[in-house]
């Protein structure tokens, strides 16, 4: 039986119509769908990614250059290639290298054995992320976009780019919504206070299997989706969504979760204060979210994390 899609569960809004006409390509085509773009098969060598309205000719352009910054030679899968990028009409796209399938695809008509492949890809991709060799900068924040955030300290950076997830809508209804917020965030605050500065890694913020590519033996071939937040920072920030966010794609039944968490724990030893540090970092820059499961989703794990007494 086919298990519901990460896209099922999340619906993403659609747009784009005039780039589709521009070169013949039909909704039907459509590969995978995010918050800031929607991508559809061209060929079997090249996608078309249309990006939302709200992203920038400067986004895309920065992103395009970090991508031609990136060494992936050393890491056995591969990085988006942007062959070219344009505007028509109100929507910004671009032309990039086909990279094959994405292992939450994939794993709708695995069998067992391919599972078990791609529990074990999961798990190892972690690592291997940080071995990516950008053009580091000897600072703490963002890397792609027109109005990055950036710091000498790593708890500041992380305070900033949440506060500038929050805004006022967004504080009134967490306020609404989660008795205790204002307590929580303020322990939160604190708790980043003492945060030590991490070594300097590449972390690309978003990693599920729908951002991850697969060849036919069910090996990771690439890593998609970089993004805004994609940052200089500590590698454990990738573990953390990595973990959390396989729960709610139906991707991984609760056994295959279960696994997962087991194997990632026992190998990169998590702290649970660091956790709940990076966990509530997570919730609370997705709480201004445009879909209402994806802010339902941190709202309940917010509440829960104020039920285990986190920063209290």
């Known amino acids: ?8 569960v999340y619906d993403h809004p659609v747009y784009g119509d005039q780039v589709l006409d521009q070169f013949g390509i039909s909704e039907h085509q459509l590969l ?64 990039e290298k086909h990279l094959g399938q994405t292992m939450g695809f994939a794993l709708q008509t695995s069998d067992q054995l391919f599972t078990d492949k791609h529990i074990d890809e999961y798990v190892k991709i972690l690592d291997k992320i940080a071995h990516l060799k950008p053009e580091l900068k000897d600072i703490y924040g963002e890397v792609i976009g027109d ?24 504080i009134a209804r967490l306020r609404t919504l989660i008795p205790n917020f204002d307590k929580i965030f303020e322990g939160w605050r604190v708790a980043l206070t003492g945060l030590e500065n991490p070594q300097k890694n590449l972390v690309h913020g ?33 573990i953390v969504p990595a973990l ?30 660091i956790f709940n ?17 994806k802010r339902v989703w941190c709202h309940n794990n917010i509440s829960r994390l ?3 007494k986190a920063f209290i």
């Open 147 to 170: 109005d990055i955030i950036q710091s000498e300290s790593w708890g500041e950076y992380l305070y900033k780019r949440a506060e500038k997830n929050l805004d006022d809508s967004t």
């Open 1 to 8: 039986m086919l298990k519901k899609s990460y896209a099922s």
């Open 32 to 95: 995978g769908a995010g918050r800031h773009s929607r991508v559809y098969a061209v060929d079997r060598v090249n996608v078309l990614r249309i990006y939302s309205p709200e992203i920038s000719f400067q986004y895309v352009e920065s992103l395009s250059n970090f991508y031609k910054t990136l060494d992936s030679s050393a890491v056995g899968f591969s990085v988006p290639e942007v062959e070219e990028f344009g505007i028509k009409g109100d929507y910004i796209f671009s032309i």
């Open 206 to 238: 978003d990693i599920f299997p729908g951002n991850l590519m697969v060849d036919d033996g069910g090996s990771i071939s690439a890593v998609i989706d970089f993004s805004p937040n994609t940052v200089i920072g500590d590698k454990l920030l990738d």
């Open 306 to 308: 104020i039920k285990e």
């Open 277 to 293: 540090i990076y966990e509530m970092f997570i919730y609370l820059c997705y709480s201004s979210d445009p879909r209402e499961l």
């Open 244 to 273: 959390i966010q396989i729960d709610y794609g139906n991707h991984f039944d609760d056994e295959q979760v279960a696994i997962i968490e087991t194997e990632v724990k026992k190998i990169y030893k998590l702290d649970r204060e």
